[in-house]
């Protein structure tokens, strides 16, 4: 056989092979060369020539975003004046307005360090914790109950959410804050705080019901979204779409996605018992009461028809509501390798249509082809997952983390779409400023609190929302993707709420613990299937607190967080929406908490001011960060001369000047 | 290839995103439309639909806990002869969520009787929906992926089987706006009995903007929440506090500043609803042979015949989406007849027969009808086999939907089961096509109405759906 025959036999069976399995696994160049697959990069600076673009452009971001808008014909906005600055960087770092006493002490502070004492006590804060928290939660679809038919609580995931925030609070290095939730119990099954954090991996919301069990389509479920969370949280990849086929857009083969799949097979809850013996017997035995109870009135039951049996009913339906409550445990998942679910190839997702079986690896397009599976027998499945993930060689991680950092302090992410760093997403709008500040992530051993310390002090978000060349700038960039100026935002829910809180005096600043149920409409709460499940936290102090410790109960959302735009607990939320409608008016202006509120204000006002004008001066400290205008104050005042200072503080918490962030 | 993840840029563009695939011309009309809307500052105004629509509202009479076809619109002979049998073989395979292989045919002591021209056969449970049959297409092959209640309710309304995805109603309005000012344009009638197992994230917008949410109903005569003063507060003083809010923010305007200006209309919008909206809700002002229609004021009727003439109400005011939900609380409640399927259906149905016709009729006789979509069913049927002896277990694979008026041809039968109605054996209807062709009657291109979600081109319908062509 010549060369040619022996040539066009080996095209002829690519051809074949091509057409018979697609794609298949081999990753071609052109797939690894997209963006946000290569290794970060550590860009030179731009440099300045005149002296004014040097001052502004001190900072390497600055440098990074003014290059951009100099080459888009724009021109950063001056500086915002103190006031705005303050109430923007606290509202970032905390999500509470600062008080009127520390914007006297900040207008007034002439020191060169002014900003950064500032930051450094606001980073300080344990409400960084708390308010940062919250944008983790939204991501991994954070929910205290199962979804679907019963809702079950899960009277113990909130100690996730206090491991969140305290990790966020002292700072725990990213990587490692990674590792202990993808492998937490494989580290060291007898530390509560990792199994705490590996909780992560039971987040999703999760179906049971009665009668015949689908056992296989819900294990198929639990695990699905135990591996598609990854994608969203930490790669910033939409690892789902390859669930069913080939990623249509991204490098992520059908396989592929199996392949990250098998590294959760053998993943089982676990809820770990915390209690001590003795409350443990205490509890076994007064569950044994209402047990016997239930079984001798089944037993009475037998029989009975028609309405002396649904008497029965009702009488175990209330002996059950009367079930202790299990003891303290910690929320957990661990390995069980006798239980290990066999991962196929599934098409169409479906669990019944089972393809080739696979074993674990990382993703395909990051790897040479033909980059062998683990071995089936490995003893920590995860930590080989999170050492991949949380490898400062990984492309995606840092950058995707930097980015929803950036996303949280100026409204919009420089690749927009945060969890969604593919083909499909959005393009970076300044990728060196991205890399850089990936590249330093990592440098300061994946620590969020130097991150949000350059960014805030930049000269970039020092900048006012509004800029003298506004006209011609919207022109051309009105997404203001090139950052000509500060976005002006709506506080999201739970800035609002807690916001309406602090400036009443009312906020309960403690931290942590079990969450609290707050009193809702009656008839919203018949809506459950299981309406005493919403048992409002008795000591009403409790409902004051920040919006973090509020119950994330899936099927019973908060209605004035609904109404703002608050996530659902139910899929990953990247980003929240801002709209604008008549029910969020109406929940500020006759809604139970608004009402309260403007109460407590109104009482605050009148117990620290003389005047009207007194009064109105302080409202505006207090709720807009600034003093009012003088158009603004006469306004004020001409109200309170007819009407209730009640009244007046409902108005207050209606602002546009209280509801925007500038 | 699924149409469900198809390119996106930034999250401006999410209106957008709606109509790309729809051609370029009408892209372009769509993204005018868009701007128009955007500088009313009203996410809520009315939007063209992508072609001409014969519907303009919908009203889902939703029978929670899956009401039987086999005792309302599918008569089967055969089981009565099969009654206290195994289900023979032929028939194959079926997955209940409680009976088992060895359970037993249960025959029907139904009676079937053909109504109208169409002489479509309706049980003796629902003669007055009989009485307006004509107007009606029935579905008798419809079928869904899950035979348990929250996972199949969850199907039915957002087409998934997982909570947090839109349900038709967020959709429709995304895609279709308001037309009302003073109501809320998606609204849940629940049934004060209680909840249903799939909870409120069956009807909610996932993850649409909230201004896409649906209202919750309450029951009684103050059906919104925060839409009455609290009690200690006069209207003319609240006017006040709202100019005063009013002029405080108009104050802080620099220049034209659309978002604030939004801002400044909703409180408007709000104080609208406040005092326009309680004379929507009020129906003591109807005649009282409107009142009878219905079947308000006497039992079991009363509840439902209320809740449907309020429905009515709020289309003609301008409503899109209305669901009156006739079942809820425990199994028993619903149409859940899991113990006893003639004890059940027989309440069940009485409540909701005259409401549910008197609804059509009255459509009807105000010219409403042709732009009303009416459907009715649940998320599910019912099991050809006893569950307990007198019971049936929920049944996904064959079953019987409706609908009426907003341009559907009525008076026929689409469709069919087996001789023991448990597969859809003629032309099956999966709730995708159901949900494709209630978007088609409003004038909406099920891949067009999308929206981006985590780097998916989400859309109503995952797998394509295909539009009922002989009824529309």
Redesign the interface.
């Known amino acids: 056989m010549n060369s040619r025959v022996l040539l066009a036999t080996a095209l002829a069976a690519v051809l074949i092979w091509a057409a018979e399995t697609g794609p298949g696994e081999k990753y071609t160049a052109v797939e690894r060369r997209h963006w946000a697959f290569q290794p970060v990069t550590k860009p030179e600076l731009p440099v300045f020539t005149l002296a004014a673009e040097k001052v502004w452009a001190k900072h390497p971001i600055d440098a990074f975003v003014l290059a951009k808008l100099k080459k888009e014909g724009l021109k950063p906005s001056p500086a915002a004046d103190r006031s705005t600055w303050l109430r923007r960087v606290t509202l970032d770092l905390t999500g509470l307005p600062p008080a009127p006493e520390q914007l006297a002490a900040f207008v007034n502070d002439s020191s060169p360090t002014a900003h950064e004492k500032v930051v450094d006590r606001l980073l300080a804060s344990p409400s960084y914790g708390e308010r940062w928290a919250q944008h983790w939660l939204d991501v991994v679809r954070f929910g205290e109950s199962d979804g679907f038919e019963y809702d079950t609580h899960r009277s113990d995931a909130f100690r996730y959410r206090d491991y969140v925030a305290a990790s966020l609070q002292q700072d725990k290095p990213y990587d490692k804050f990674i590792t202990e939730q993808l492998a937490g119990d494989e580290i060291d099954p007898n530390n509560h705080e990792l199994r705490i954090a590996s909780g992560f991996q039971r987040l999703g919301s999760l179906r049971k019901n009665a009668g015949n069990q689908e056992v296989a389509s819900s294990r198929n479920e639990v695990l699905t979204e135990m591996t598609n969370i990854v994608g969203a949280a930490f790669l910033g990849v939409t690892l789902g779409c390859a669930r069913c086929h080939d990623h249509k857009f991204d490098p992520i083969r059908h396989k592929d996605y199996y392949r990250m799949q098998a590294f959760f097979a053998p993943v089982h809850d676990s809820n770990v018992v915390v209690a001590t013996d003795e409350e443990k017997a205490a509890w076994e035995s007064q569950k044994k009461v209402v047990e016997d109870e239930i079984k001798d009135l089944r037993r009475q039951m037998k029989g009975l028809k028609g309405e002396e049996r649904e008497r029965m009913q009702q009488l175990v339906r209330n002996a059950e509501e009367r079930m202790p409550a299990p003891p303290p445990s910690l929320y957990s998942v661990q390995n069980d390798f006798d239980k290990v679910t066999p991962v196929h190839v599934l098409s169409r997702g479906d669990y019944q249509n089972k393809g080739e079986r696979v074993g674990m690896r990382a993703l395909g397009v990051f790897l040479p082809d033909g980059a062998p599976e683990l071995p089936a027998d490995t003893k920590t499945p995860r930590l080989e997952l999170a050492r991949w993930v949380a490898n400062p060689s990984n492309p995606l991680t840092a950058r995707v983390m930097a980015n929803r950092i950036w996303q949280h302090h100026f409204g919009r992410g420089i690749v927009p779409t945060s969890n969604d760093f593919g083909r499909m997403g959005g393009r970076p709008s300044h990728p060196q400023l991205l890399d850089w500040l990936a590249d330093s992530f990592v440098a300061n051993g994946w620590r969020m609190k130097p991150l949000h310390r350059m960014i805030v002090l930049s000269n970039t978000y020092r900048q006012a929302s509004r800029s003298p060349m506004e006209t011609a700038a919207m022109g051309k960039d009105p997404d203001n993707a090139w950052l000509w100026r500060h976005s002006r935002r709506r506080m999201d829910a739970e800035q609002l709420r807690d916001s309406m809180l602090a400036i009443s005096g009312q906020l309960n600043l403690k931290a942590g613990g079990p969450s609290v149920i707050v009193p809702v409409d009656g008839e919203l709460v018949n809506l459950l299937y299981k309406p005493s499940q919403w048992a409002v936290t008795k000591d009403a102090s409790e409902h004051n607190r920040r919006s973090l410790y509020l119950m994330h109960k899936r099927n019973l959302r908060v209605p004035m967080m609904e109404a703002f735009d608050a996530p659902d607990f139910q899929t990953s939320c990247a980003r929240r929406e801002e709209s604008t409608h008549a029910p969020q008016a109406l929940e500020l202006l006759n809604g139970a908490l608004a009402n309260r509120l403007a109460q407590s204000l109104a009482a605050r006002l009148d117990r620290e001011t003389k005047t009207p004008a007194a009064q109105v001066d302080r409202a505006y400290r207090l709720a807009a960060g600034r003093e009012p205008t003088a158009k603004e104050k006469q306004l004020g005042i001409d109200f309170l001369r007819k009407q209730s200072l009640r009244e007046f503080s409902l108005a207050i918490m209606n602002l546009n000047a209280f509801l925007y962030i500038n | ?2 149409l469900h ?8 563009e999410f209106l957008t995103d709606a109509f790309c695939g729809f051609g370029t011309l009408a892209l372009t009309s769509m993204m005018f439309e868009e701007q128009l809307r955007a500088a009313s ?1 009203n ?2 105004a009315p939007k063209a639909p992508h072609f001409a629509p014969k519907a303009k509202a919908v009203i889902f009479v939703f029978m929670a806990g899956g009401p039987s076809h086999l005792e309302t619109f599918d008569p089967k002979p055969l089981l009565n002869q099969l009654h206290g049998q195994k289900r023979p073989k032929e028939f194959g395979e079926a ?4 009976v ?1 292989n060895e359970a037993k045919i249960l025959g029907t002591k139904r009676t079937f009787k053909k109504y109208g021209q169409s002489g479509i056969e309706v049980s003796d449970l629902l003669p007055q929906i009989g009485s307006v049959i004509d107007d009606i297409a029935v579905l008798r092959s419809c079928h869904g992926d899950m035979v ?4 199949a309710q969850y199907q039915l309304f957002s087409g998934r089987i ?3 995805f839109p349900s038709m109603g967020s959709w429709i309005l995304y895609g279709l706006g308001a037309e009302t000012n003073s109501l ?1 344009s998606y609204a849940v009638l ?1 049934d ?1 009995d ?8 069956m009807y ?1 917008h ?6 896409y ?1 649906p ?2 109903f ?2 009684g005569a103050k059906p919104i ?6 009690a200690n ?1 006069k209207l003319e ?2 006017r ?3 100019d ?2 009013r ?3 108009q ?2 305007i ?2 034209s500043d659309s ?2 200006e ?2 400044i209309n ?2 408007d ?2 104080f609208r ?2 005092t326009e909206a309680p004379e929507a809700f009020d129906i003591s002002k109807e005649p009282k042979e409107t009142l009878d229609l219905y079947g308000v004021g006497k039992e079991p009727t009363d509840d439902y015949a209320r809740r449907c003439l309020l429905a009515r109400r709020m289309v003609e005011r301008g409503v899109r989406f209305a669901c009156v939900v006739s079942g809820g609380g425990p199994g028993g409640l619903q149409w859940d007849a899991h113990e006893d399927i003639e004890e059940n259906h027989i309440r069940m149905a009485a409540q909701t027969d005259q409401p549910v016709a008197g609804l059509l009729k009255d459509l009807k006789r105000r010219g409403m009808l042709d732009s009303t979509l009416v459907l009715w069913g649940g998320e599910f049927g019912r099991s050809p086999e006893a569950q307990g002896g007198k019971g049936r277990d929920h049944h996904n694979l064959g079953f019987t939907m409706w609908m009426a008026g907003g341009g559907i041809k009525g008076g026929q039968v689409v469709g069919a089961t087996d001789a023991i109605g448990l597969h859809a054996v003629d032309n099956p209807i999966h709730f995708r096509d159901v949900h494709t062709t209630i978007l088609n009657q409003l004038g909406l291109n099920q891949d067009a109405l999308s929206y ?5 081109k989400e859309r109503l319908t995952e797998v394509q759906g295909q539009v009922i062509r002989s009824i529309v």
């Open positions: 290839m699924p993840c198809r390119p996106t840029r930034n999250r401006r500052g996410p809520l997955k209940y969520q409680f088992t348990v209640h929250s996972a997982l909570p947090g809320p629940p004060p209680g909840a249903l197992e799939a909870g409120q994230p909610m996932g993850f649409l903007p909230a201004v949410q209202t919750m309450r029951a929440l925060n839409l009455d003063l609290p507060v003083d609240r006040q506090t709202i005063l809010i002029n405080l923010n104050a802080a620099q220049g978002e604030f939004a801002r909703a409180y919008l709000a609803m406040q981006m979600h985590l780097g998916r």
